[in-house]
């Protein structure tokens, strides 16, 4: 299926490599975060027509924005999710502490508001969180619940792919002892090991009818086991802000209290 849609996404590769990828430091603004999704939705990211393709399409989507930059591929999986439940322009809250924007609110079925400040968090800066009460005021029709769940593991693998491909480069043009990095067995084998954990984690997502409370594991750990080994493999580097490695291994974190929660809580 996904063939048949291959200059669609590779539309949406070409924009995570081009557009995303080179300023992933500078998306941890919101206010940058805002311009970007502002020319996705130009491009018909977040739309119903966006929405009328098959699932596997949207989700290998979003899993190709996240490799730009998780934060991103996060919001147009929210942005779709709330579309296909006929909440446009609504923002989901996490168990009524945690909310994405400030006007309307949904949880749980409900519309309302949310009663609260914004706050400072480690991962995906690029979105603009929020503590608070969450205070229904209507019930809604849709339930995006699961949508929300399936992209925001979409973004997970996203993220970790972009963990690979940032080790991947790196160890190649790293030296050590006179060779590269890439050169040495238990480089490779990190590397190979993380990759072909996400293709089988992406591979259950582009699955219709998967269970996703089963698939929550596979594909948090994959992402886990690439972001962190990603960061290993650069070393002291991997540490450090000037680096995406670090900021993956955060936004990866993130994506994973979000999913547990969204799963099991």
Do not use: C
Not at 29 to 54: F, I, K, Q, Y
Not at 192 to 219: F, H, Q
Not at 225 to 250: L, P
């Amino acid at each position: 299926m996904l063939e048949e849609y291959r200059d669609i996404l590779a539309l949406y590769e070409e924009f995570a490599l081009k557009e995303l990828k080179p300023r992933v430091l500078d998306l941890d603004s919101p206010d940058t975060s805002e311009a970007v999704m502002e020319s996705l939705a130009e491009m018909g990211a977040v739309s119903d027509e966006m929405n009328s393709l098959p699932l596997p399409v949207r989700v290998a989507a979003v899993v190709r924005l996240a490799e730009g930059e998780g934060a991103i591929g996060l919001r147009v999986g929210v942005s779709l999710a709330m579309l296909e439940a006929g909440l446009e322009g609504y923002i989901p809250a996490y168990e009524g502490k945690l909310a994405m924007g400030k006007d309307r609110v949904y949880y749980g079925g409900k519309v309302g508001i949310l009663e609260g400040e914004e706050v400072q968090t480690v991962g995906l800066r690029g979105i603009r969180w929020y503590r608070g009460e969450f205070v229904p005021q209507s019930d809604t029709l849709g339930r995006p619940e699961e949508r929300l769940l399936l992209y925001h593991l979409a973004a997970a693998v996203g993220v970790g792919l972009a963990a690979y491909g940032d080790a991947l480069s790196y160890a190649k043009e790293r030296k050590a002892f006179g060779k590269p990095i890439y050169e040495y067995e238990e480089i490779r084998r990190f590397l190979n090991e993380g990759y072909a954990k996400l293709k089988a984690a992406e591979a259950l997502l582009l699955t219709e009818g998967t269970d996703l409370k089963a698939a929550v594991w596979p594909v948090v750990e994959a992402a886990t086991f690439m972001t962190e080994k990603a960061t290993q493999i650069f070393g002291g580097y991997g540490y450090i802000n000037e680096y995406a490695v670090s900021k993956y291994m955060r936004d990866v974190r993130m994506l994973r209290s979000l999913v547990v929660r969204e799963a099991y809580v």
